[in-house]
T-cell receptor
Framework: NAGVTQTPKFQVLKTGQSMTLQCAQDMNHEYMSWYRQDPGMGLRLIHY???????DQGEVPNGYNVSRSTTEDFPLRLLSAAPSQTSVYFC????????????????FGPGTRLTVL | AQKVTQAQTEISVVEKEDVTLDCVYETRDTTYYLFWYKQPPSGELVFLIRRNSFDEQNEISGRYSWNFQKSTSSFNFTITASQVVDSAVYFC???????????FGQGTRLTINP
């Protein structure tokens, strides 16, 4: 298994440009999510999905769009990049629990370092 | 709302010293999960441990140990006989039922000097 993969590893954008950060997992995990990491603030949840066709907002969703057409892929779209979106982006996945005790650990991808000029 | 506080921004110790990283959390959930992740200089996030709110047993894994105390809402992490390879940023995280939506602390940067 490749686990959780993210592309690209590095990206530089100009203000106003759009782009898509790719995330894929081969573990058949239902749950996928995107976090951003900023200095001194830990990681914050942007969007998440509990299965194909289902997405929801996290703590900091503004400026980002997501869709989940397959179980494997969960791309994150920046519609019009802004300098405030300069960050390291992590994708994560896990099984989604179906009872009151089952849970699972989230596995993170290697991250994408994005700079918006 | 859930919150995780890691009051220690940076810690620097000499190799072989013991070091404890503090984590204090806030939640109204009766069922919740606590995590520690390690982020080495290479940048990836490495899972270390998960703890359920209904299991207050402390855990030891080699040189690592975790002390979970619901009475003080703390989940502290101790490295015994630290090594240079332990140098990293360590994150404590909290989630509700299902361990899905993680709330992270600010992280503690640990530097082990030879």
């Amino acid at each position: 298994n490749a686990g959780v993969t993210q592309t690209p590893k590095f990206q530089v954008l100009k203000t106003g440009q759009s782009m898509t950060l790719q995330c894929a997992q081969d573990m058949n995990h239902e749950y996928m999510s995107w976090y951003r990491q900023d200095p001194g603030m830990g990681l914050r949840l942007i969007h998440y999905s509990v299965g194909a066709g289902i997405t929801d907002q996290g703590e900091v969703p503004n400026g980002y769009n997501v869709s989940r057409s397959t179980t494997e892929d969960f791309p994150l779209r920046l519609l019009s990049a802004a300098p405030s979106q300069t960050s390291v982006y992590f994708c994560a996945s896990s099984y989604f629990p179906r009872d009151s005790v089952r849970t699972d650990t989230q596995y993170f991808g290697p991250g994408t370092r994005l700079t918006v000029l | 709302a859930q919150k995780v506080t890691q009051a220690q921004t940076e810690i620097s110790v000499v190799e072989k010293e013991d070091v404890t990283l503090d984590c204090v959390y806030e939640t109204r959930d009766t069922t919740y999960y606590l995590f520690w992740y390690k982020q080495p200089p290479s940048g990836e996030l490495v899972f270390l441990i998960r703890r359920n709110s209904f299991d207050e047993q402390n855990e030891i894994s080699g040189r690592y140990s975790w002390n979970f105390q619901k009475s003080t809402s703390s989940f502290n992490f101790t490295i015994t006989a630290s090594q240079v390879v332990d140098s990293a940023v360590y994150f404590c995280a909290l989630s509700g039922w299902g361990a899905q939506k993680l709330v992270f602390g600010q992280g503690t940067r640990l530097t082990i000097n030879p």
